[in-house]
């Protein structure tokens, strides 16, 4: 997988983009991640169909594996500072899962840049409950300034926390508890982080994957794309 050289660390400012407006964090690292993710998955899923031929299945699944191997690893580091580093590591965990997502729709075919993919992230990863209603959340992001949390930087990290815990996967308690134990958090944040990731992954293969992407449909009816 080519692309994956790129950086997998969100940029440096996102994490206080994400601080000033906590409540609409998911929304904000969704944008930036088509932003980051769009071009470069659609980059990769091309070189992989048109110079290596390899099929949309084994693309969306190579994509799948890659990143839930990379959220081990990514556990693995951030489990050492426990509560001390929770935001930033859950800011890091949600960038590589919005990544996993791009690529996975890449490599069905689907185009990365689409304006309706970070909508598509969003209702994946279970904040909305359709496609169309994230894309209206995000519009409104767009179209508004972002108003500054009021709370001191404990209050406006808690807020944060609690929408990235549930855009991760991980707002159950039991699965938080680990991670605020320095030491036993780096076992726990790996295996967690893949569990979670594996998850996600699923879901995304089941959704590109579930309805030909308009680029493949023409091959198939004439029965040159068989899975």
Avoid: C
Wanted: no cysteine.
């Amino acid at each position: 997988m080519s692309a994956a050289d790129e950086p997998t660390a969100p940029p440096a400012s996102l994490l206080e983009r994400l601080r000033s407006d906590p409540v609409r964090a998911p929304e904000h690292l969704a944008l930036a991640a088509a932003d980051q993710f769009g071009p470069s998955a659609a980059a990769w899923a091309q070189r992989q169909r048109n110079v290596l031929g390899k099929h949309p299945v084994e693309l969306g699944e190579m994509a799948r594996k890659r990143h839930v191997n990379l959220a081990s690893a990514e556990g693995a580091a951030a489990g050492v500072g426990g509560m001390i580093t929770l935001v930033p590591d859950l800011v890091a965990l949600a960038w590589l899962q919005s990544r996993m997502v791009f690529y996975v729709a890449a490599g069905y075919g689907w185009d990365p840049r689409d304006p309706m993919r970070p909508a598509e992230l969003l209702a994946l990863t279970g904040l909305y409950t359709d496609p169309a209603g994230a894309r209206a959340a995000l519009d409104g992001v767009g179209r508004t300034v972002a108003e500054h949390y009021v709370g001191s930087k404990f209050q406006r990290d808690e807020a944060l926390a609690a929408k990235l815990l549930k855009m991760v996967g991980k707002s159950g308690a039991k699965k938080v508890a680990g991670k605020l134990i320095p030491g036993f958090a780096i076992a726990f944040s790996a295996v967690s982080n893949r569990r979670d990731m594996n998850a996600l992954g699923r879901k995304a293969t089941a959704f590109y994957g579930g309805t030909v992407a308009p680029m493949y449909r023409d091959a198939i009816t004439q029965g040159q794309l068989l899975r």
